[in-house]
């Protein structure tokens, strides 16, 4: 299939208009419309909608646009890999990052490597760990930093020195804001905001004691903006890791960790058996590299002290 039959296509889709598109690819309007059709054809199938003065894509032609601007960003990114063989390190890295304490580690992380490596951009896409892992498993992300527990059969990985505490999000004035941490008894019957991911949920079971169906379980989230927005309305409590709360703070909400104490580590992954680029090994190399320097100072420092 033709590259550029995807990009007229994508281009069509964004402009709402064959005509308007047709004016932003620089070609006739004739021209690209019997593009489209050579495309529909190939594909047999209908992707636009042309019979009503708005055209509008088929569900099918809404499924290729997702899949056809998947296809014309690794096209792009292999052009650049392959490219920046031949000189500096360069192109630009894609990394999936959960929300927690090891965003800070990540960012300082990335600063030193680049530093080093000024040529170097970054693509930082937000997400729990299960939408990273689907997007390392399509191509369409280098690297993940990843929050345990998590599957991790797949993926070449190594530990960082990061660890998260869990425990629950509430509003200041709920009665449980009082105490410096909560129990098993404290929470078993109250409504429940939780993490999405179902691994997740049975170690947090298997923590408090309680089967998942026997929580008040209101509502799940896979980051926390919106999740704290209905916890402020009182329609829940939150659990979740005290990273990802402290990365928004907000003067009307506390974080109070479990006890027992209950602690994640992270791993930064990449997919097994998958060629990366140049950049992309040189960063994982940097990472070990630095953090091993990082832990070899502090050992020293806390024996001079």
Same mark, same amino acid.
């Given at each position: 299939?033709?590259?550029?039959?995807?990009?007229?296509?994508?281009? @069509?889709?964004?402009? /709402?208009?064959?005509?308007?598109?047709?004016?932003?690819?620089? @070609?006739?309007?004739?021209?690209?419309?019997?593009?489209?059709?050579?495309?529909?054809?190939?594909?047999?199938?209908?992707?636009?909608?042309?019979?009503?003065?708005?055209?509008?894509?088929?569900? =099918?032609?809404?499924?290729?646009?997702?899949?056809?601007?998947? @296809?014309?960003?690794?096209? #792009?990114?292999?052009?650049?890999?392959?490219?920046? +063989?031949?000189?500096?390190?360069?192109?630009?890295?894609?990394?999936?990052?959960?929300? $927690?304490?090891?965003?800070?580690?990540?960012?300082? %992380?990335? /600063? #030193?490597?680049?530093?080093?490596?000024?040529?170097?951009?970054?693509?930082?896409?937000?997400?729990? *760990?299960?939408?990273?892992?689907?997007?390392?498993?399509?191509?369409?992300?280098?690297?993940?930093?990843?929050? =345990?527990?998590?599957?991790?059969?797949?993926?070449?990985?190594?530990?960082?020195?990061?660890? =998260?505490?869990?425990?629950?999000?509430?509003?200041? #004035?709920?009665?449980?804001?009082?105490?410096?941490?909560?129990?098993?008894? !404290?929470? +078993?019957? %109250?409504?429940?905001?939780?993490?999405?991911?179902?691994?997740?949920?049975? #170690?947090?079971?298997?923590?408090?004691?309680?089967?998942?169906?026997?929580?008040?379980?209101? $509502?799940?989230?896979?980051?926390? *903006?919106?999740? %704290?927005?209905?916890?402020?309305?009182?329609?829940?409590?939150? @659990?979740?890791?005290?990273?990802?709360?402290?990365?928004?703070?907000?003067?009307?909400?506390?974080?109070?960790?479990?006890?027992?104490?209950?602690?994640?580590?992270?791993?930064?992954?990449?997919?097994?058996?998958?060629?990366?680029?140049?950049?992309?090994?040189?960063?994982? *190399?940097?990472?070990? =590299?630095?953090?091993?320097?990082?832990?070899?100072? !502090?050992? !020293?420092?806390?024996?001079?002290?």
């Amino acid at each position: 299939m033709d590259i550029r039959l995807l990009k007229y296509y994508v281009a @069509i889709a964004q402009a /709402g208009s064959i005509t308007r598109a047709a004016d932003l690819l620089h @070609i006739t309007q004739p021209t690209l419309s019997r593009q489209m059709k050579v495309l529909e054809d190939t594909l047999g199938t209908t992707l636009l909608n042309r019979d009503h003065k708005q055209l509008s894509l088929t569900e =099918e032609g809404m499924l290729f646009l997702q899949r056809a601007k998947e @296809i014309i960003a690794l096209e #792009e990114r292999t052009i650049r890999e392959l490219k920046e +063989q031949k000189g500096q390190l360069a192109g630009t890295l894609s990394i999936g990052c959960v929300e $927690s304490y090891a965003s800070a580690l990540l960012a300082e %992380l990335l /600063g #030193e490597f680049r530093r080093k490596n000024p040529a170097v951009r970054f693509e930082i896409y937000s997400a729990d *760990s299960s939408d990273i892992k689907e997007k390392l498993d399509s191509g369409r992300l280098d690297i993940g930093l990843l929050l =345990e527990p998590v599957e991790v059969a797949k993926y070449d990985f190594f530990h960082l020195p990061s660890k =998260e505490t869990w425990g629950v999000v509430l509003p200041k #004035e709920h009665p449980l804001a009082a105490k410096e941490s909560v129990t098993t008894e !404290d929470i +078993q019957d %109250l409504p429940l905001t939780v993490p999405r991911r179902t691994i997740v949920m049975d #170690e947090i079971s298997s923590w408090l004691g309680i089967p998942v169906d026997r929580l008040n379980v209101v $509502s799940s989230h896979n980051l926390l *903006s919106n999740a %704290l927005l209905m916890a402020k309305e009182g329609l829940s409590c939150i @659990i979740c890791v005290e990273g990802a709360f402290t990365m928004r703070p907000d003067e009307l909400m506390v974080f109070r960790p479990f006890y027992p104490l209950r602690q994640s580590g992270h791993v930064l992954a990449r997919r097994k058996n998958h060629i990366l680029s140049r950049t992309a090994m040189s960063f994982l *190399s940097f990472v070990q =590299e630095y953090l091993a320097a990082k832990a070899d100072n !502090d050992a !020293d420092r806390g024996r001079v002290e």
